[in-house]
């Protein structure tokens, strides 16, 4: 891993784009296998049954395509716990006292909890780092 990678902070943004890719590359591959959803808007309930069925040797996806289409639903679903786990682990961290008032206060301003969340740990750093230069803090 490069420094730079290393460097990158966690952005709710680039886990959204990551998701959105994944179910891009799904809904591409399947059109180019013939198979289009059609009874009703994708990612929704049914249509998420449906890519499941997808997955199961009832499938009506060739045995290569199947194998293939696994590993990107297996991706998809990957990313969507991970984000569902970071999410709970950001409400956690948000309930910290010395963060908990700054994400109340910033979450009126319907900011979603992860940028009051980060907002709120970018002000606290912020105060450290002139406190410990000896600065006056508001």
Request: proline letters at 4%.
């Amino acid at each position: 891993m490069t420094s730079s990678a290393a460097a990158k902070p966690f952005n709710g943004k680039s886990s959204q784009r990551e998701i959105l890719k994944s179910r891009h590359y799904i809904l591409k591959f399947l059109a180019r296998q013939g198979f289009v959803f059609r009874e009703g808007t994708n990612w929704c309930t049914p249509h998420l049954r449906w890519l499941q069925h997808l997955t199961t040797e009832q499938s009506p996806l060739a045995a290569a395509d199947r194998l293939v289409f696994r590993e990107y639903h297996a991706l998809l679903e990957y990313k969507l716990q991970r984000r569902d786990a970071l999410d709970q682990q950001i409400e956690q961290l948000a309930l910290l006292p010395a963060l908990a008032p700054m994400v109340f206060v910033y979450g009126k301003d319907e900011m979603t909890l992860l940028s009051a969340t980060q907002m709120a740990a970018l002000t606290t750093i912020t105060r450290a780092i002139k406190t410990a230069a000896g600065e006056k803090t508001e």
